[in-house]
């Protein structure tokens, strides 16, 4: 899932570039010509698209981590529960005395209580995995976001320098003519932009670790 939004978030900003001719000369406009840009290429020659991935499986191993810790704790909960709930009273006789009525009263009121902490736990558990898989899915857009700001400016200036008008990522084109085709040398600027600290990188979360409980206690929540 992870991957996909990954892959979906870089051809959904494929037209980014467009429209980059200079608008100084008091609004003259373009003569549309294009030139291409592979971004996913630029991404992964500069260790990004890896890193992207590492901390998208790094995201997810941890948001399984935290789920598995969630129904740990809503598993001890309601095994206290079932505890506590016992055996259905049994009547001494055929009709129940106004005292066995009210054993048995008690221990209905306690099994609707213990389905409603299951139904309630399981809610609570989708609905985490829910929004932590939402926000895992942010992080990954707002990254590549970030580096594709920080393209778009020297792809720019790249195409303009060449004579062309209009900046398209490859991932929208079926086909090209490779004299339009700017890759390398936004990669280039990139690279070196790289190796002075000033280009965004993705930032891989470390695994969180869970210890085993060796009883039913609830275990401590992951952060």
Known sequence: MLKRVLVSALVAGAMVFAGCGDKSDGGASSSGRVAVVDLNKILEDIGQRARIEEASQVRQRNLEL???????????????????????????GY???????????????????????????????????????QANQQ????????MRDRISPL???????RGLDIVIDKSSVLA?????????????????LLKA????????PELLQVVRQPTTDPAPETP
């Open 66 to 92: 935290s789920v598995r810790v969630l129904e740990q704790n809503a598993q001890a909960k309601l095994i206290s529960l079932v505890e506590e709930v016992g055996e259905r009273p049994k009547m001494a």
């Open 95 to 133: 009709e129940p005395t106004d005292a066995e009525k009210k054993r048995i009263d008690e221990w209905v009121a306690k099994m609707q209580n213990l389905e409603r902490a299951r139904l309630d736990a399981g809610n609570k558990i989708r609905q985490a995995f829910n929004q932590q898989r």
């Open 139 to 146: 992080v990954i857009r707002a990254e590549i976001t970030e």
């Open 176 to 192: 090209h003519d490779s004299a339009i085709d700017i890759t390398v040398a936004v990669f280039e600027e990139v690279n070196e």
């Open 155 to 161: 792809a720019q200036r790249i195409a303009r320098e």
């Open 197 to 204: 600290g000033e280009f965004p990188t993705v930032t891989v």
